[in-house]
């Protein structure tokens, strides 16, 4: 997972499709509410018209024209704060209502109206009017329906009003909207989830890419060969592509140098021939020269062919194999000394690079080894960390002085004071660890001798 | 006023032992012997027509709709006393013929 604060495909994936979702499900949920809301409400409201339509149909008028309220049956009407409620009124000419019949059930009080609600009847005539209000009870919260009717009989016009606890419904709403949010909530925890994995599955192919590219890097693969969606092949083609084109330029490359290096190589050698030949002031300027051009020559090869390995698609190379194979050599060579040369590296340690460079790391450091040695070398390579290990070659010859050690090393780097055959093997070495990143440390051996460590680029295994 | 009276009194739902202004719509007949019954048995013998039937000749002349209706006499004829709400609110008493289903005459509005 990528470190907060950088730009992420399932972030954005995962946000964008969980924002739309919760958006949808918010809007769902909200009109659902509503919805409900809306029906309890209408069916409440059924109540109070059925309740109005008694009230207008069973009034009459007696003579004078008073209004005689029907004896309605409705038991809930008649309990005193039964919650259900009913009056009967008539409009004043200031706007207002003068009550004139109420239900039992509003015993010493009387519904309360808005002041703008003779208005609002006359507004539209024949339409109920609704409207919230307080009931005679504490905290009591009714909703409230009138109408204004004309009867016969009576030239004034009279409302019919009627009113009803509305705490069922509200609860009803209420109970509704609680159950609505946690399906809702549980629908989008769960949506957000799948979301997550359908991200995370839709795009393993592509932290299936990077892992194969960093397998590539590392040198244990050649090519990106897994098979891709439609979508990434042509990403993993033009890798291929690309690694193939780097590798051509690294061929290229080595090709050149070698060119050069054999093109400059023999007039070198036979201008130090000639000029060993012929003696003379002149010959050994020339000689001299030579020699340190053709030093000169090999270490600039060295340290670009190294470089080049470097930036190449790694490959990698078992130490073991080249360590054993050294040692097998190097015996030979110095058969009339008798050296022993025990070696040591774990089979699974790789170093990153080629084998040419291995071999001439550790071969280099070793002959100089050998040169030097009584009878006894010892070798080991083991790794420090994941992408390091270190090569460590002593001996039990006489070793060298904290001066003499600085001296070898610091001539790596000023090869033109360097006479043929004195601990030249160390220079390269030196030269050679440095392009691969690594450092040369000279110290005394535990055999009593030189002890020759370097950390070198490590592959995995 | 007088004519008032005259209707109301056409209007009592059952022959009450008292005379009543209004028929008292809101207490139910027990038993089976309110004024439906009757209706009934005259509809079925077809002495007189359907409710439903006077309801949509009053509709076709006043929109509104019923509220109540009661069975009564009107000059000495069976009649239909329909209480009817205009959808402007206005209460009218349609008196209909029952054997017809013409209307006679109306009150209020």
């Keep these: ?461 | 006023m007088k004519r008032l009276l005259v209707i109301a009194a056409l209007l009592a739902a059952a022959p009450a032992a008292q005379a009543q202004p209004y028929p008292d719509y809101g207490r139910p007949s027990y038993g089976g012997r309110g004024d439906q019954d009757a209706a009934r048995a005259a509809v079925r013998g077809g002495r007189q027509v359907p409710l439903q039937q006077v309801i949509a000749t009053i509709a076709a002349r006043t929109p509104g709709r019923q509220l109540n209706t009661t069975q009564g006499d009107a000059g000495g004829r069976p009649a239909y006393f329909v209480q009817w709400q205009t959808n402007d609110g206005r209460v009218i008493i349609f008196v209909v013929d029952a054997q017809s289903g013409a209307i006679i005459s109306r009150q209020g509005g």
């Design chain 1, 1 to 461: 997972m990528p470190a907060l604060g950088q730009p992420s495909l399932v972030r954005r994936l995962v946000i964008l499709a969980a924002g739309w979702s919760l958006a949808v499900l918010l809007v769902t949920a909200l009109v659902l509410a509503l919805l409900f809301q809306q029906a309890a409400i209408r069916g409440f409201d059924q109540g109070l018209l059925e309740l109005i339509d008694n009230l207008t149909a069973g009034t009459t008028i007696a003579e004078e024209g008073e209004v005689v309220a029907p004896a309605l049956t409705d038991l809930r009407a008649l309990r005193a704060f039964s919650g259900k409620y009913w009056q009967i009124a008539e409009p004043t000419p200031d706007g207002q209502l003068k009550v004139l019949v109420r239900s039992r059930s509003l015993w010493d009080s009387e519904l309360k109206w808005p002041t703008d609600i003779v208005k609002r009847l006359n507004a539209e005539p024949g339409q109920p009017v609704s409207y919230n209000t307080a009931g005679p009870q504490t905290n009591e919260r009714l909703r409230a329906m009138a109408t204004q009717a004309k009867l016969p009989g009576r030239s004034a016009p009279v409302v019919f009003m009627a009113a009803e606890d509305r705490s069922p419904v509200d609860r009803d709403v209420r109970s509704f909207i609680t159950a609505t949010a946690i399906a809702f909530l549980l629908l989008g925890v769960g949506m957000i989830a799948a979301v997550v994995i359908q991200v995370r599955v839709g795009l393993n192919p592509l932290f299936a890419l990077q892992r194969e590219i960093a397998s590539v890097r590392r040198g244990k693969a050649e090519r990106v060969q897994a098979a891709y969606p439609s979508e990434l092949a042509p990403l993993a083609d033009e890798l291929n592509a690309l690694m193939a084109h780097n590798q051509e330029v690294v061929e290229r490359q080595r090709t050149h140098v070698g060119n050069l290096a054999h093109a400059l190589k023999t007039p070198l050698s036979v201008m130090l021939t000639e000029a060993r030949q012929t003696g003379g002031p002149l010959a050994e300027v020339v000689e001299g020269q030579a020699e340190a051009m053709r030093q000169q020559v090999d270490h600039h090869l060295r340290r670009a062919r190294a470089a080049a390995r470097m930036q190449g698609s790694g490959e990698r190379t078992s130490v073991a194999d080249v360590l054993d194979e050294l040692a097998r050599t190097l015996e030979r060579i110095f058969q009339d000394k008798g050296v022993e040369i025990d070696w040591d590296a774990p089979d699974d340690l790789y170093f990153q690079g080629e084998r040419q460079d291995l071999l001439e790391l550790a071969g280099n450091a070793m002959e100089n080894a050998g040169k030097w040695c009584g009878h006894r070398i010892r070798v080991r390579a083991a790794p420090v960390s994941a992408d390091r290990f270190r090569l460590t070659i002593e001996d039990d010859g006489p070793g060298l002085t904290p001066e003499q050690r600085e001296a070898v090393v610091r001539r790596g780097a000023r090869l033109d004071e360097t006479a043929p055959g004195s601990g030249l093997g160390l220079s390269i070495v030196d030269e050679l660890s440095r392009a691969y990143g690594g450092v040369l440390r000279l110290g005394e051996a535990r055999l009593g001798g030189l002890s020759v460590e370097m950390d070198l680029p490590r592959a995995e295994a």
